[in-house]
């Protein structure tokens, strides 16, 4: 185990059991650290590695993790094998909740490490010597899912001084902790910032962005049974409607919703949300013929007629 980067950082490897989720989230001052730092698999575990990055540590810690070892074994058999394990920061969780993590003593004061129940948290070359504690401190007191543990555990190390060169790339991924079988399902968070002015502040802003998409998603499909009619129809508005509003800034889900509607035979309950899309974007009044062109709304001639002249 030869290569490494200069991923000198502060990062958080968690499990939440009650939702079944494996998450790992990462600040540092390097560029796009979300490439080097953290590895995950569904069914097997979540690993970090930073300080003086041997990304080796996180495929090779998956596969023995995978083959049956537990985090702590995974880490020893690397560290035992690196020749400069000195100058590591690696932690390790596995698919059981058992936590391992490692900070060499040649990587770059301040540096250390703190293991609380089903999470790490690390960091090195840091302004000041508390920073993985406020890190424990603020995902353990934190309410919520994974995700928003996470940002809130990345955003408590940026306050407690962080990375002593400042800020640059950010990332944040959470999969599955059983595997289904489809990788491409299991992956429900991947978020990357690789080169930020505020990196952490850019980060939150995508997570609620993904907040919404997830949400916008949630309510189109509780139309898909069309025989549930209006009673399916409100609680779709209802689930909407607790998604983050990107309106004006970002149409998008506001037009598919309207859409969804529609095909669910609710005409007269999309059209309020054609008309907000339309409001500050006028644009898309064009692409609605062109959907039913292809499918994806009616071919009626007079339900087309009725968005497009709102």
């Not at 995978?66 to 074994?73: C, E, N, P, V």
């Not at 424990?136 to 962080?162: K, N, P, S």
């Not at 983050?244 to 889900?253: A, S, T, V, Y």
């Not at 309207?258 to 007269?268: D, I, K, T």
Request: charged letters at 20%.
């Amino acid at each position: 185990m030869s290569y490494f980067r200069f991923a000198h950082t502060y990062s958080i490897v968690a499990f939440d059991s009650s939702a079944g989720q494996l998450g790992v989230a990462v600040q540092s001052h390097y560029f796009g650290t979300g490439v080097a730092v953290p590895w995950l698999e569904a069914g097997v575990g979540a690993v970090a590695t930073q300080s003086f990055v041997d990304i080796s540590y996180g495929p090779l810690g998956l596969a023995l993790m995978k083959a049956g070892k537990t985090a702590s074994q995974a880490l020893a058999g690397l560290l035992a094998a690196d020749a400069q394990a000195d100058r590591r920061q690696v932690a390790m969780i596995d698919i059981h909740g058992n936590v391992a993590a490692h900070t060499g003593e040649r990587c770059i004061a301040f540096a250390g490490h703190r293991i609380g129940e089903g999470y790490s948290v690390q960091a090195n070359l840091m302004l000041r010597a508390t920073v993985w504690d406020a890190m424990a401190e603020a995902f353990e007191q934190t309410r919520g899912d994974l995700a928003e543990r996470m940002m809130v555990a990345l955003e408590a190390a940026e306050e407690e001084g962080g990375d002593i060169r400042g800020r640059q790339s950010a990332a944040m991924v959470v999969v599955n902790a059983a595997a289904s079988g489809r990788p491409w399902q299991d992956r429900l968070l991947d978020l990357r910032v690789d080169d930020h002015a505020e990196p952490l502040v850019e980060l939150r802003r995508l997570l609620t962005v993904q907040r919404a998409y997830d949400g916008w998603n949630a309510a189109e499909a509780l139309l898909q049974d069309k025989e549930s009619g209006d009673e399916n129809a409100a609680l779709a508005a209802a689930r909407f409607a607790e998604s983050p509003d990107l309106m004006p800034d970002n149409p998008e889900g506001v037009f598919w919703f309207g859409c969804a509607l529609v095909n669910a035979g609710q005409l007269e309950a999309a059209l309020p949300y054609f008309q907000r899309v339309f409001a500050v974007q006028p644009v898309w009044r064009e692409l609605t013929p062109r959907l039913a062109a292809v499918g994806l709304l009616p071919e009626d001639q007079e339900i087309l007629r009725r968005i497009v002249e709102l």
